[in-house]
């Protein structure tokens, strides 16, 4: 199985980070050796002082397909969760200033959360769900699928002219604003509306 990110799919997201607006949808991968295994903590690597969250909507794909039409992208799925997408941002920096991949900031071990899934028809209205993360039970992200700038069916069509979606591949959608530091002690939670989807510790 492979993950799928998405980058840059939040406007309010690219602007805190200075970034360019995309004319396509930036993608990147993560190894299966990236998920954090159930019910362990989030351990800080000793190669970056600035690691962030990023909370992301997860797609779980359940079909087999390439070169998917969008008007057919949602028989690509029936499952929706919540993930963190783990990010050294000291090292993306870095990495984006030499104009290298992102690989080493991205898809590290342990780099990739990976919560629970709600069946899609759970879920009202998939085009406009509100997803959010409390760290130490605050709110910092707070996003609605509403706000991305390729939707659920853009991205799997876009996604699946590059890469043959499998049964079991997960495609994170992008992270909202709010990105911050975390630091060993915290706590965070992810919710899709009042649903609790992880809670994890940071070592
Ligand atoms: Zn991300």
Redesign the pocket.
Known sequence: MKII?I?RNYSAHIKELSNKMPSSPVIFLKPDSSIIPKNQKFIIPSFSNNIQH?V?LVLKIKKVGKHIDTSFSNKYYNEIGLGI?F?ARDIQTKLKDNGQPWEKSKAFDNSCLIGSFLSKNMIEDTSDIEFSLKKNNQTVQLGRSSEMIWKFDELISYVSRYFTLKIGDLI?T??PSGVSKINSGDLLEGFINSNQMFSIKVK
């Open positions: 990110c980058g990023e992301e997408d990010t994170f992008g992270t």
